[in-house]
């Protein structure tokens, strides 16, 4: 269980249910009330060299936003749902784009209203609808502290209409698996070769576990996709993917295999993404590549068009190799 250095908390969490089973939690834990927990002063000010002891927080709140954005992807919509950033420390990860604001872990206890609000909003739909409920968090890794997938999947599971999907990059999967889903959960692996998780998605679960708990999703008959996600061109990059579609090819159960369909997506990164690793991993591999990456909008930075379409044939054709009856839903 996560044991946070310390808990920063809206006194409004106090009114609902899973914000005083939280406070009971960790009533041993160091708290300090705030106002606004998109806006915390104390956070602001640390240096990128906190970063990782910044992670060591936990925030808890009330979501007051909850706008739907289209996706046509996975999901039709992404949805603001339990919680935002995250306690591990990805060195690409799109939450940092302001890493004191962004990228620790906030709770949002008001999660019967956003369930309620995905349940009529399913209802009202023309079609069976999908919603995308971990974009801005890992939900696997959330639920080991608020339990809030098993709820979810629970008060979901008799909706008329609508399903839900998350990624994750974490393994520990078991305590869904005998919920009555009734089909209605997209569950996703992310992952990626075992040098690049080491190097550079510290604080997941490791390539042998993800593909385990892929395998127990499928027993327990989760409709689920594979990310291989963010491709990162390092150096022996075509080795090193290879090698995981063989990997995935020999330890996937046949029933994985035959329901998984797979989404490609290629890394991009930013200018803050470089001063923070700078300074809090110093150690840390370097993500940046002037000869391959070329800049894509204020401060951010993409492949360069033949790198990458040379990257996307290859992945392509190693995908057709190993897994020549999967559908990749779309290379982005």
């Known amino acids: 269980m996560f044991i946070p250095d310390g808990i920063f908390y809206e006194e409004a969490i106090e009114n609902y249910e899973l914000g005083k089973e939280l406070l009971e939690k960790y009533k041993d834990v160091p708290k300090k009330i705030i106002e606004n927990h998109n806006n915390i002063e104390e956070m602001r000010k640390k240096q990128n060299s906190e970063f990782a002891k910044m992670k060591r927080n936990l925030i808890i709140g009330t979501r007051k936003t909850h706008k739907y954005v289209e996706n046509h992807k996975v999901s039709d919509y992404l949805v603001p749902y339990t ?28 999660r019967e209203q956003m ?34 997938l098993v709820w979810t999947i629970e008060n979901f599971k008799n909706s008329p209409k609508g399903m839900l999907t998350f990624p994750t990059k974490f393994d520990m999967v078991d305590p869904i698996l005998n919920l009555d889903h009734k089909g209605k959960i997209i569950a ?33 008959d989760y409709k689920i996709g594979i990310l291989i ?19 995935l090819q020999e330890n996937l159960s ?49 492949y360069k068009k033949l790198v ?21 839903l779309y290379i982005s």
């Open 229 to 247: 996600a963010p491709i990162i061109l390092v150096e022996n990059w075509k080795e090193l993917y290879e090698n995981l579609l063989k990997e």
């Open 254 to 302: 046949n029933k994985a295999k035959n329901k998984v369909f797979f989404e490609l997506i290629f890394m991009t990164y930013s200018y803050v993404h470089r001063m923070i690793n700078n300074e809090a991993f110093p150690m840390a591999i370097n993500l940046y590549n002037p000869e391959i990456m070329t800049g894509r909008g204020r401060g951010k930075y993409m």
């Open 83 to 110: 919680s935002s950033g995250c306690i591990a420390m990805c060195m690409y990860c799109y939450l940092v784009c302001n890493y004191n604001k962004c990228a620790y872990l906030r709770l949002f206890v008001n």
């Open 308 to 328: 990458r379409e040379e990257a996307e044939t290859f992945m392509k054709d190693i995908m057709h190799k190993y897994f020549p009856n999967n559908k990749i």
């Open 115 to 148: 369930l309620d609000k995905i349940i009529n909003n399913a209802k009202k739909a023309n079609a069976n609808l999908c919603y995308e409920i971990g974009s801005n968090s890992d939900l696997v890794l959330e639920n080991t502290i608020t339990n809030n």
């Open 188 to 220: 996703r692996m992310s992952i990626n070769p075992t040098e690049i998780i080491n190097k550079v998605e510290f604080g997941t679960s490791r390539l042998k576990g993800r593909i385990e708990a892929i395998n127990k999703l499928a027993e327990a």
